[in-house]
């Protein structure tokens, strides 16, 4: 192959090595960089996103993409890759260069001045720097909507997940916001309270249990490894995946369900086409996507009471004996449900009710409704709306989440839409593979793993957001699915149908 298509595709190339790189780099960072490396950490990780945004913003790509553009493209993996390069193009060039070096800039204080202001849950100490953010993002919403055609917040969603608009949203939150209050409700009246585990649990111990599960559900250590940092994640890259998790030798049960859900991201990298991982096509289909994968083995399948009966074996036979580990009283630990301020400790029923109060400030912050002086108290009153509580303080209250400080506008809805495309997607699994329950029960996924590297992992960037539910569930995204799952898992009456 020759011409434009072939000079794109060597460049995006390119692009994929410096990204793969940056992506090392700053796993090496939150797990083992010494304190000392972090300035000529900071000019090696400047370094390449300006040779990557430099690639990007390139006249000459700007030409192929025209070229390419003008002749037809048979391969519907190929015409994929030619869409998906646009879209990074047109984001890339879209904003001011002056603006996103004003936004790195203000971001980076932002963050610094923020875990101050947690640490003294004073909000005042954040605000000015926080409203320097505001004002840059609203900039920047403005010119990518310009850009794309879109309202700003919606230029925002897209970033995070090509394809999701607010309008979207509003029938999919609204009913999780109408209804799920009740439901908690409900259940808090009638659950029986978990009996916790006895300690210690030894770190070894529990990283040797967590790696087995990790192999057990088909991540290949050959191509990965899983470490210790402050805050789980996954990183690296498709055939280099990063895990981390921290261990509690109080209580092993967080950590291991930490390792759990990083797995999930895990599995949905290793299993991005390979013929395709150096190009845009060959990324995954958004962080929605994302985290419907790591939600999907979590909550769906390793918080069921199949693989918690297999858990309640595997937790013995490297701890010994304990009746809190036996399979009725797993399904209550890792099931309850309780009100709370913080959304990172919160149930699969009160999640989206944090969620949905992020969103709906978020968006009022970056479309002018609603200034950073005024979020305090706009946050306590959702809280209050929504979950039944009012936080103590700020640092339990609007300053508990990093997003905002650094610029993340338009991903915490991400988060839920991805528990809603679980659910759905878990629904589509059952159906396909009848035998499925009996196979968690044994602590066997290759089914499971098989079907979702088909109808998901496999799938790239290929589809559209919209033509990958439809393509992978059978239905288009709704509530349905998700109710439904509560319905099942924690026997709460449904009341009326979701909107």
Known sequence: MSGPLAELEARFRRLHGIEGALAVLTWDQAVWMPSGGAPARGLQIATLRRLAHDILTSPELGEWLEEAAASPVDDPWRRANLREMRRLRTLAVAVDPALVEAAAEATTRAELVWRRAREDSDFALLR????????????????????????????????????????????????????????????????????????????????????????????????????????????????????????????????????????????YEAGLPRDWLDQPVGA??????????????????????????????????????????????????????????????????????????????????IEGGLEPAELPAAWNEGMRELLGVTPPDDRRGVLQDIHWPVGLFGYFPCYTVGALLAAQLFRAVRAALPDLPRALAAGEFGDLLGWLREKVHGQGSRPEFAELVREASGAPLSCDAFFAHLAERYDVALGSPAA
């Open 128 to 267: 000015p720097h926080l409203e320097e953010v505001v004002g840059l993002e609203r900039e920047r919403a403005r010119q990518l909507g310009a850009a794309l055609g879109l309202a700003p917040y919606d230029a925002l969603l897209g970033t995070y997940q090509p394809g999701l608009s607010d309008r979207d949203l509003e029938p999919l939150f609204a009913p999780l916001a109408d209804r799920l209050p009740d439901l908690v409700d409900d259940l808090l009246a009638r659950q029986q309270p978990p009996r916790r585990p006895r300690g210690p649990f030894p770190r070894a111990a529990q990283k040797a249990l967590a790696e087995r599960l990790m192999r057990r559900l088909g991540f290949d250590f050959a191509h990965g490894r899983l470490d210790e940092s402050t805050h789980p994640f996954c990183g690296g890259t498709p055939t280099d995946i990063r895990i981390t998790t921290r261990y509690d030798e109080a209580d092993a049960t967080t950590g291991l369900m930490a390792v759990l859900h990083e797995t999930g991201h895990a599995l």
């Open 284 to 365: 995954a289909r958004g962080m929605a996507v994302h985290e419907s994968q790591s939600l999907l083995v979590e909550m769906q399948v390793c918080r069921s009471r199949p693989f918690l009966a297999f858990l309640s074996g595997e937790l013995e036979r490297a701890f010994g004996p304990d009746p809190a580990l036996a399979t009725d009283n797993l399904v209550r630990l890792y099931n309850h449900v309780a009100r709370g301020f913080i959304r990172v400790d919160a149930d699969e029923l009160t999640y989206p009710l944090h969620v949905i109060l992020r969103w709906r400030l978020e968006r009022a912050l």
